[in-house]
């Protein structure tokens, strides 16, 4: 393997929307510094289903809930 192709792998704290701030190993930035989320898994539609609807243009929800009505889904 040659030297020197990795990034560095360090300890960073990561901060939340919330303002908790969680340390992970990351390759971003430098060793300590701090990361500022402006979006997170806590308040992200796509994790907290907030806010999301599924939109069903090609009737592709009720086909398969048609095709698999009698499975119980």
């Given amino acids: 393997m040659k030297a ?3 990034p560095a792998y360090h300890m ?8 908790t701030v969680v340390q992970m190993k990351s390759t971003w930035g430098s060793e300590g510094e701090t990361l500022s989320l402006e979006i997170d898994p806590k308040v992200h539609p796509a994790w907290t289903g907030g806010g999301a609807r599924l939109m069903d243009t090609g009737g592709r929800v009720s086909k398969f809930k ?3 009505a009698g499975l119980g889904f």
Avoid: Q, R
């Fill in 4 to 6: 020197d192709t990795h």
């Fill in 66 to 68: 048609n095709k698999y």
């Fill in 12 to 19: 960073i704290n990561v901060k939340m929307t919330d303002g």
